[in-house]
């Protein structure tokens, strides 16, 4: 099977979508011209036009507005936000209108729009571009929420992202864009709200998702060399979660890790671990453990970065807890 990296698994779902369905159209800053800041759409203007491939102002507020009302009649924009904490801007028109909207018109309009872009930290970028917000957008009723964290996901999941009739929260990562990995020739689809378990254990289990992924990996590949099976799921969206296979996992298991970028508070690992502790209590042997960044804005200093981020040491003395080590 070929490799390819995740920047071009986006590519070839958007412009497969767009070959497909006239309908759909890509909108952002300087993703004609410029082919995209990180180069997701390289080509794109060349095969599809500008009336398809449109570069906007630096005004989110105003160009969510326009997808937003796009859809409403009909089309089925994809929005690109250079980066999700540009998306503040335009928090107004993603919750109070393309959210909200099918259900206060009575089911009369449907907002069939993806907003995508990368989330959460990418070096060395500071506090007012280093932010997970995930768990905000998972908060709010009438959105989806997918957080890919491969190549092969990305391209699966935002086909079906695309075709869904409601407004979808597709977030990604710089840090993952020049990531490579497998994806099929053949078109194909991926179900939102399905997780995966991407390795299989019997002494502990390990959920994440998005680049946090890279770290539960690491970890369950140190564990394995210490005598302890690790069974690790990547959520794949968090809105809605796959609690199903999490608590299937914890059956068999009996102890739970949650890995998350995000800050601790209100964050989906606080929201996995309420539903794990009220739906299988009893299968627990010991209490859910979660990681996450420390509460505190990330600073700009690499060596701040590193102590504050989730990291395989943390997650491994997380397992250490739960395993009673």
Do not use: C
């Not at 006239?22 to 599809?48: C, I, P, R, T, W």
């Not at 009438?142 to 407004?167: E, H, M, Q, T």
């Not at 601790?264 to 859910?288: C, E, G």
């Amino acid at each position: 099977m070929r490799v390819i990296q995740f920047r071009e698994a986006l590519r070839e779902a958007m412009s497969e979508e767009m070959r497909r369905d006239e309908k759909v159209f890509l909108m952002g800053e300087e993703v004609a011209e410029y082919n995209g800041a990180y180069k997701v759409s390289q080509g794109m203007l060349d095969e599809f036009g500008a009336e398809r491939v449109i570069d906007t102002p630096i005004a989110e507020l105003g160009f969510a507005g326009i997808g937003v009302g796009a859809a409403m009649n009909g089309l089925r924009p994809l929005i690109e936000f250079m980066t999700f904490n540009f998306s503040l801007v335009a928090i107004d028109q993603v919750i109070n209108s393309a959210a909200k909207m099918m259900s206060m018109s009575g089911g009369q309009f449907q907002v069939p729009i993806v907003f995508r872009g990368p989330t959460g930290n990418a070096g060395m970028l500071s506090s007012q571009h280093s932010q997970n917000f995930e768990n905000w957008y998972a908060n709010t009723p009438g959105l989806k929420v997918v957080v890919p964290s491969n190549p092969y996901d990305a391209k699966g999941l935002l086909k079906s992202s695309i075709r869904d009739n409601d407004p979808v929260i597709f977030m990604e990562s710089e840090l993952m864009y020049s990531d490579k990995g497998e994806v099929p020739e053949g078109e194909y689809l991926l179900p939102i709200g399905q997780a995966n378990i991407t390795r299989e254990g019997s002494d502990v289990t390990l959920v994440s998702f998005g680049k946090m992924m890279k770290v539960v990996t690491e970890a369950a590949e140190e564990l394995a060399k210490n005598g302890v099976n690790a069974e690790v799921i990547d959520l794949r969206s968090v809105r809605p979660i796959d609690y199903t296979t999490i608590i299937e996992s914890v059956k068999k298991t009996n102890r739970l890790v949650v890995v998350e970028e995000a800050w601790p508070l209100a964050s989906i690992s606080t929201d996995i671990a309420f539903n794990i502790q009220k739906d299988a209590f009893d299968y627990l042997d010991a209490p859910v453990k979660r990681v996450n960044s420390y509460d505190l804005p990330l600073p700009y200093a690499p060596t701040l970065i590193d102590a504050i981020l989730p990291n395989v040491k943390r997650t491994l003395e997380a397992v250490d807890s739960v395993m009673y080590r």
